[in-house]
């Protein structure tokens, strides 16, 4: 049976947390395995780690200093599952999340990465079907960057699970990377020793809530500039969540 570890990096979560986590929950008990479960409270000054810490069996530990890859490099280094589960607090998984994702790793001994699209669940129509037109762009480089170019690859932050040797052999994450661009360089990094598989049939439910505070293309213009950006010239375009912002 495959072990599972489903890292949430979280920093003032407190009204995201628990839907994120219920889900997380249900699909845990519903598929049978070995899963464990790890909120990494990053600094939150809510009360994030008290909502985490009601669900049975999740674990919340503390990583002190800001940033989404320190985060998931603690929580990483803080779980013990074979194969490592990212998610971001307001992403909620779809059904039968963990068994596509066991089952992919089990039938391809090459995968390292696996990774698939959101679906937005608080979005009006015509931005799903932007966004969704941006995941097409997303998708392409992938491809033609991993098999084509051999440059890299690209991930989709909050919706990819690792094999965790893979994890072990590039020494995890990319912890002087605060927001932007830290899913295409892992998901660079691990191709340089496997398979990363972008799939349209490995979604999940996520917020939309920086589209609405940023606006869909500008939000969709940084994730694409940070995608080039990340396999052309190994850094982002943006470093931290607040510069993107400005």
């Known amino acids: 049976m495959a072990s599972l570890s489903i890292v949430i990096p979280a920093r003032n979560e407190e009204a ?6 219920a889900a997380a929950v249900r699909e845990a008990r519903r598929s049978g395995h070995d899963v464990d479960i790890v909120v990494v409270n990053n600094a939150s000054t809510d009360a994030t780690a008290v909502e985490a810490a009601r669900f049975p069996g999740v674990r919340v530990v503390e990583e002190p200093i800001r940033g989404l890859s320190r985060a998931r490099h603690r929580g990483y280094r803080e779980s013990r599952g074979d194969l490592v ?23 391809d001994p090459c995968l390292v990465c696996l990774t698939g699209f959101f679906l937005y669940y608080d979005l009006p129509a015509v931005q799903k079907i932007i966004a969704m037109i941006f995941y ?12 084509i170019l051999r440059i890299g690859a690209v ?9 965790r040797t893979a994890l072990d052999r590039i020494g995890g994450y990319n912890t002087s990377i605060e927001f932007y661009g830290e899913d295409t360089d892992i ?60």
């Open 16 to 21: 995201w947390i628990g839907p994120c986590l």
């Open 85 to 107: 589960v990212n998610l971001d607090a307001d992403t909620r998984m779809s059904r039968r999340y963990l068994d596509k994702a066991v089952r992919a790793f089990a039938g």
């Open 136 to 147: 097409l762009f997303a998708f392409w480089p992938n491809v033609v960057g991993q098999r």
């Open 155 to 163: 991930a989709q932050g909050g919706n990819f699970v690792v094999r």
């Open 187 to 246: 998901a660079t990094r691990l191709s340089k020793v496997g398979l990363v598989r972008f799939s349209l049939r490995f979604p999940a439910w996520t917020s939309g809530r920086r589209m609405r505070t940023s606006g869909t293309f500008r939000t969709g213009y940084l994730a694409v500039m940070n995608i080039i950006f990340v396999l052309f010239y190994g850094r982002p375009l943006t470093r931290s969540r607040g510069a993107a912002k400005r």
